[in-house]
């Protein structure tokens, strides 16, 4: 892969720069894209030796996302079109929410941003992992920070850092800026000849995970992601492979996807839990994405915050940039976009635990008096089914069964579901 090497200034041993941009997934690629287009001059630095490798995504987007964030896809990145969402509980009841989407080749689709923001002026340093960060000042002004990293474009001066560095939150670990969260582990399988109706299956299935699901996502030539996330990280492969044994995936074959050329055929990761962290900005610095602990509740998915996140981040940067300001105080200002626009993530958090705190039972009455097709119920249709609920078990208001039942609602794409 070619990318641009222009703009930023060495100076003494120092690369200088507006923008240092931190990671290169979703998230740190549409920043630093944003950014350059921007007209900001930036760097965009990846831990690894390849951009979008090892994949640690279901990979799905969906149309509202693409749209919310003006994407238009080329064809290469596309897997699959998709229907949406077919929720399936534990009695086997199956109700969709319908909303059209994409399932990505993720690698290549975060290739694919990267090489735009390239091409906007943004340079790009694979193989560069970034390990302490210096304030620095003119008298009692902030001027930037003093970035030093694993890489040979090390030392890197910047106005403003974007840590888009996923999961692992480099920023927050270095600065002592947040604790570090919960998170959640995901694996998956590829399979082959994988029957579809193109939606993507999710099984809430508390047999094999407990606060978690289980999935089937359809991708071309009859490939699928077979997977699941789970709080026990330790039973996850286990808790897939009885999945797998016990289900219609038995017979059909695993196999390693085509980027992976070694290895266990299993690839995942981890997913941060516990909502938006308390600081995602300081002096110069913003975070994005899941460094930031953007994550839908539910369902997960992060690529709709991550890359929206980055367009907020960008945006500030710019304009915080060109007043000569981006001291904390300034930054804050990202904070409010992001509030502004993103879920309420508590109240959402709220539904998800109580519809793991039901009974297998309790959740698959729930789904039956579901409608067939959730995505468009309504005020009145959510009413209509509560009452359906609560006629036929009442006992379940005291455990929560109205919020356990809007979480369904706030998956949808419209809510950064996915
Ligand atoms: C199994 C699984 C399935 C998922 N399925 C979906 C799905 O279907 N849809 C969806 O929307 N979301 C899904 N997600 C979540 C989604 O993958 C993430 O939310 C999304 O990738 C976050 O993007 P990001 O840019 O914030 O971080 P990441 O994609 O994690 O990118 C961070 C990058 O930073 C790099 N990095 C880390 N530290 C440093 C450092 N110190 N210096 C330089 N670089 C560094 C990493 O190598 C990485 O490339 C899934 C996650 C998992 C684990």
Redesign the pocket.
């Given at each position: 892969m070619a990318y641009l090497m222009t703009h930023s200034i060495v100076a003494e041993g120092i690369t200088s720069c507006d923008v240092l941009v931190?990671?290169?997934?979703?998230?740190?690629?549409?920043a630093a894209l944003h950014s350059a287009r921007a007209g900001l001059d930036v760097i965009l630095?990846?831990?690894?030796p390849a951009?979008?490798t090892p994949v640690?995504?279901?990979?799905?987007?969906s149309d509202v996302?693409c749209d919310n964030l003006n994407l238009e896809l080329p064809p290469h990145v596309i897997s699959k079109r998709v229907h949406g969402i077919r929720v399936i509980f534990p009695d086997g009841t199956a109700k969709k929410l319908t909303e059209e989407g994409y399932?990505l080749e993720?690698h290549l689709f975060?290739r694919w941003i990267a090489e735009e923001a390239a091409s906007e002026g943004v340079q790009v340093h694979l193989s560069?992992?970034?390990?302490s960060m210096e304030k620095q000042y003119d008298g009692d002004q902030f001027t930037g920070w003093l970035c030093e990293?694993n890489g040979n474009q090390f030392p890197i001066q910047a106005k403003v850092v974007i840590d888009?560095?996923?999961?692992?939150g480099?920023c927050s670990r270095i600065l002592d800026l947040n604790p570090r969260g919960k998170v959640i582990?995901?694996?998956?399988y590829e399979m082959l000849e994988v029957p579809t109706d193109d939606y993507?299956d999710f099984y809430i299935w508390p047999q094999y995970v407990d606060k978690g699901y289980l999935?089937m996502?359809p991708k071309c030539d009859g490939r699928a992601?077979v997977?699941l996330?789970t709080e026990d990280k330790s039973r996850a492969k286990k808790a897939l492979d009885e999945f797998i044994e016990d289900t219609e995936f038995k017979n059909l074959q695993q196999v390693a996807p085509p980027w992976k050329e070694k290895g266990n055929p299993a690839?995942?990761?981890?997913?941060?839990i516990s909502g938006p962290y308390e600081f995602t900005y300081d002096d110069g610095l913003m975070l994005?994405?899941?460094?930031?602990g953007?994550?839908?509740p539910l369902?997960?998915?992060?690529?709709?915050?991550?890359?929206k996140?980055?367009t907020f981040a960008a945006k500030v940067a710019s304009e915080q940039i060109s007043e000569g300001d981006f001291s904390a105080e300034k930054m804050a200002r990202y904070q409010k976009l992001w509030t502004d626009e993103f879920p309420p993530y508590g109240k959402i958090l709220k539904g998800k635990s109580a519809l793991f705190e039901l009974s297998d039972d309790d959740m698959s009455l729930m789904a039956q008096c579901f409608p067939d097709e959730m995505s468009n119920m309504g005020p009145h249709g959510k009413l209509a089914v509560c009452l359906r609920i609560l006629m036929r078990r009442p006992s379940l208001y005291g455990k929560k069964i109205i919020p356990a039942m809007l979480s369904f609602g706030y998956s949808r794409a419209k809510y950064y579901g996915?």
């Open positions: 931190v990671g290169a997934g979703p998230g740190g690629g549409n630095i990846e831990d690894h951009i979008g640690h995504c279901g990979e799905c987007i996302a399932v993720k975060e560069h992992k970034l390990r990293g888009a560095s996923g999961v692992a480099a582990a995901g694996m998956q993507l999935w996502i992601n997977g996330v690839f995942g990761g981890t997913i941060p994005v994405g899941d460094a930031a953007f994550t839908s369902f997960e998915g992060g690529s709709h915050l991550a890359l996140s980055a996915w």
